[in-house]
């Protein structure tokens, strides 16, 4: 499905409403009071809001282990435990451990992505994020601070929301954690990553995202986790990990929902 492809979808409420009150009722949404509750991936209709349908759920590629311990890409073998791909001894992110819910490939995941994303069906934060707080269960400690990707203004301000704000809130949802989204900010706009090669991938987002000069003392010593939708290169993620650590953060985690996976 493409990007600008619209959804013909139910009448719109103001997406923090509607994201506010399917937090309060545990997924059940003032659309689904209207509406019979859809696959939050296809939209064919279920009897429970907030769930995939019966032709979805085996699409869906789950990340298991056994997979590399640092950047949590599967593995096709278990190896044993702590093992290391060769990609992250080689080639070693800022981050110290990344996790993800499924792979990023046509289907639900796509299609939950894109929905969340380019839609403006928030709610759909919600499922996404409990998979997300399960997922990244080993990562996100009492004492962590959740912290989204950050949007530019521009894009922002386009789209209403920020969608890996969303995912981070419903993530506290089901894992409590402090949620901080004023921490980074993007301080000029960067291409969309799809399409660029890995190295015109990290000059795109190069200085591109900073942490606020007003929030250096509240991440000092603090362990963050750092969260996004989507993780293709890594270039961001690994952009933004720079950047939280240099500014004093103690250690720094990625949690997705989604990433890219190339089978070797
Ligand atoms: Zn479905």
Known sequence: MSPQHA?????????TQRFLVGIRSTGRTLLDLAYPPGCIACREAVTEPG??????????????RPYCEKLGTPFTHDLGPGVLSSEAIADPPAY???????????????????????TDRVELALPMGRWMARA???????SSV???????????????FNQAAL??????????????????????????QIGLTRAQRASNVQG????AEEARERIAGRKVVLVDDVLT???????????????????????????VVRDA
């Open 96 to 118: 110290s451990k990344a996790r993800a819910v499924a792979r990023y490939e046509d289907g639900p995941v796509s299609q939950m992505v894109h929905r969340l994303k380019y």
């Open 208 to 211: 591109a995202i900073q942490v």
């Open 167 to 192: 995912l981070a809130q419903a993530i506290a949802k089901y894992r409590p954690a402090e949620v901080d989204t004023t921490i980074l900010r993007r301080t000029r706009p960067t291409l969309p």
């Open 136 to 142: 990244g269960a080993e990562l996100i400690e009492d």
């Open 51 to 64: 769930t995939l349908c019966a032709s979805c759920w085996p699409k869906m590629r789950f990340i298991e």
């Open 233 to 259: 290169s890594g270039a961001t993620t690994d952009a933004a990990s720079r950047t939280l650590l240099r500014a004093g953060a103690a250690r720094v985690d990625v949690l997705v929902f989604a990433r």
């Open 146 to 160: 959740i912290v989204p990707v950050p949007l530019h203004r521009k894009r922002l301000f386009s789209r209403r």
């Open 7 to 15: 959804e013909k979808e139910a009448p719109k409420i103001s997406a």
